[in-house]
């Protein structure tokens, strides 16, 4: 069983940069892939960014590419998720993700746990 818990959300302006930070319970997370997805008001959940259980392969959705990176530190028990040149389209609630096994996924019902989220706000 893993519990998520993400950290790092704001307000800030277009342009800005924000750092989320997800620390995971557990003795086995570095048996997960994890993900991050977001949900803006209205709008259903979406796929941002996944990492593989070893670090060594990630993928991103197209909008973020080259302004988001995802990391881990399996001595930690952390994921994070960078994001620079924020938009306000960025603006949802950000979730943290974990799939047990495999290298990560674009597809929700892939991930076994899911955090709490954490508000991303990007004013104009």
């Known amino acids: 069983q893993v519990q998520l818990v993400e950290s790092g959300g704001g307000l800030v302006q277009a342009g800005g940069s924000l750092r989320l930070s997800c620390t995971a319970s557990?003795?086995?997370?570095?048996?997960?892939?994890m993900g991050w997805f977001r949900q803006a008001p209205g709008k259903e959940r979406d796929f941002v960014a996944s990492?593989?259980?070893?670090?060594?392969?990630?993928d991103y959705e197209d909008s973020v590419k080259g302004r988001f990176t995802i990391s881990r530190d399996n001595a930690k028990n952390m994921v994070y998720l960078l994001m620079n040149s924020l938009k306000p389209e960025d603006t949802a609630v950000y979730y943290c993700?974990?799939?047990?096994?495999?290298?990560?996924?674009?597809?929700?019902?892939?991930?076994?746990?899911w955090g709490q989220g954490t508000q991303v706000t990007v004013s104009s």
């Open positions: 990492i593989s259980w070893n670090g060594a392969r990630t």
């Open positions: 557990g003795r086995t997370f570095s048996s997960y892939a």
């Open positions: 993700a974990a799939a047990l096994g495999g290298y990560g996924s674009s597809w929700a019902p892939q991930y076994d746990h």
